[in-house]
């Protein structure tokens, strides 16, 4: 005791005389000192080997946090490397367990519904977007029936309406946006796509009479929504914030402008149209309620939410790279010289399978560029991950990472390198899985309670997920990114305006990677 008093007695002394700021200040860092010294003990001596192995980091609750949101593909592959396929890490004081490759993705985007759980995660962030009663505010099984809903209105029969509908559109916005008038110029590339996803999403999937609309004040609320999907809502989605404010005044408005759209429709006897809201309107649960319109509204709004974001990041990405390419958007171009004719025909459902490269260039920036870096699940009870002694416990959160394996060279060589040619089967960069695709017939398939769609979880290219919350646009997100990249070719010759080949880096601020802004190209129009 006699030793403690005499070096703690100067000290009590000393803190003492301090003002009582001053007091606050000393008191405040000794207990982050304490914490990180507590953290780092805790970390070095109480690990848990059935447990996969956590991220070091100092400061608790903050954890990996930042480091993670800097950069979330680097900060995967660096503690890939360090750690192996499965690791933990602390995001805002959650244990979050990251498992990346093949068998990462299997195990948790075709986890069973007893054991993981997308609802429990995403809701507090999607429900006061969309709405109530659909997408993660109900069961899982309404869910799925809302999925199906919209996935049989996505026929062949209504592709084909959609692809001219897409191509108007696009050859429209050319015409009449200030920044393409003249031969060339040079234009901030990332809005302009946005602009033409939603213009030619609303008319394609949700009809004409709401596309007219969207000129208006319809695509100013849309913005105000998508502000709702703020990473900081996850823990702040409650909070009268201003641009929460703003989030529910849109929502209110646009679930009226479509509610209102349906009973116009009605009252006129419509019948016999293809986009979703038509199909939907006359749309059946199992139990025998028909489709509320409430739902149908908050339906349609997660329907071009969703597709908004992974499109019009896509599509900007797409003509980024092609501007870095110039030589591939000339061949682009000659493709369709020869596979549809010199004169260049309005295009058509059946012409994008005949342009095998614009395909390829789709394919092979969703590869690189994956909108979504993260998907989360909840644990909903002890998970054993397969071939390991690890057991992922009920308070930690699954993080699955698919672009991690497509960016691999194990799967992809050369994984860095943007080569759309590498798609074709015998090329030296061909992918293990092009090389070893198995037939249409042969792929395994399972129905989640939406229809059949391919399994393929354990794939290394995951574009638009897997499992039963597999993205049910992916055919449309394909044609309409193929239509808007086959005529912005037909019209446009692209290069960087510094003539480099360089492409810009991405923002990874929102849940959606991005290009970082302004994305400048230079663009020249064809004779």
């Known amino acids: ?113 007893r054991d993981v759980c997308a609802e429990d995660i995403y809701t507090v962030l999607t429900t006061p977007v969309f709405g109530k009663d659909v997408v993660y505010d109900c069961p899982n099984a309404k869910l799925m029936e809302q999925k199906k809903f919209m996935k049989v209105a996505l026929t062949t029969e209504a592709f084909r309406s959609y692809v001219p509908i897409i191509s108007d559109e696009v050859t429209s916005y050319i015409k009449r946006t200030p920044d393409f008038k003249g031969q060339s110029g040079i234009v901030n590339i990332c809005p302009k796509m946005a602009q033409i996803t939603i213009f030619t999403a609303s008319h394609a999937l949700q009809g004409k009479e709401v596309r007219d609309k969207f000129d208006e004040s319809l695509a100013d609320l849309y913005h105000d929504l998508d502000m709702g999907f703020s990473p900081i809502n996850f823990m702040l989605h409650w909070a009268p914030l201003p641009w929460n404010n703003r989030r529910d005044h849109a929502q209110r408005t646009v679930a009226k402008i479509y509610m209102d759209t349906m009973k116009a429709r009605r009252a006129r006897g419509e019948t016999g149209a293809q986009d979703i809201m038509y199909h939907l309107m006359n749309s059946t649960y199992k139990n025998g309620v028909k489709v509320p319109d409430h739902e149908i509204a908050h ?177 449309f997100a394909n044609a309409q990114l193929q239509t808007i990249t086959a005529v912005i070719v037909r019209n446009f010759k692209f290069r960087n305006v510094d003539g480099s080949n360089t492409v810009m880096g991405t923002d990874y601020a929102s849940l959606f990677s991005r290009p970082l802004e302004p994305a400048n190209i230079y663009w020249e129009k064809r004779n």
Not at 49 to 67: A, Q
Not at 87 to 100: A, D, E, Q, R, S
């Open 1 to 113: 005791m006699g030793l403690l008093q005499e070096v703690a007695g100067p000290l009590v002394e000393q803190f003492a005389r301090l003002g009582l700021a001053a007091q606050i200040g000393v008191a405040v860092g000794g207990f982050i000192v304490l914490s990180v010294v507590l953290n780092v003990l805790n970390q070095l001596l109480f690990k848990n080997p059935n447990e996969p192995p956590v991220v070091f980091h100092w400061f608790p609750f903050v954890g990996s946090t930042i480091t993670y949101g800097m950069d979330p593909p680097r900060f995967f592959k660096e503690n890939k490397a360090k750690h192996g396929d499965c690791f933990t890490f602390i995001l805002l004081g959650k244990k979050t367990t990251v498992y990346v490759g093949p068998k990462g993705n299997d195990f948790i985007l075709n986890g069973k519904i």
């Open 299 to 475: 339906m349609m709004i997660a329907l071009l939410m969703a597709g908004q974001h992974s499109s019009s990041s896509t599509s900007a990405w797409i003509m980024l790279r092609l501007a870095s390419r110039p030589d591939i958007m000339e061949e682009l171009y000659q493709e369709q010289v020869k596979n549809l004719g010199a004169d260049l025909p309005p295009l058509t459902y059946e012409d994008l399978a005949k342009l095998p490269l614009n395909q390829a260039i789709v394919k092979e920036t969703l590869r690189l560029h994956a909108p979504i870096h993260s998907i989360m699940r909840a644990v909903k009870q002890p998970m054993p991950v397969p071939g390991s002694k690890y057991v992922i416990p009920t308070n930690h959160v699954l993080l699955a990472a698919p672009g991690v394996s497509a960016s691999d060279s194990q799967y992809f060589p050369e994984p860095d390198l943007w080569e759309p040619h590498r798609w074709e089967k015998d090329h030296p960069l061909v992918p293990s899985v092009v090389r070893n695709a198995p037939s249409e017939e042969d792929e395994e398939k399972i129905d989640y309670g939406y229809g059949l769609v391919s399994k393929g979880s354990a794939s290394p290219y995951l574009p638009f997920g897997a499992g039963r919350h597999r993205c049910i646009g992916e055919h």
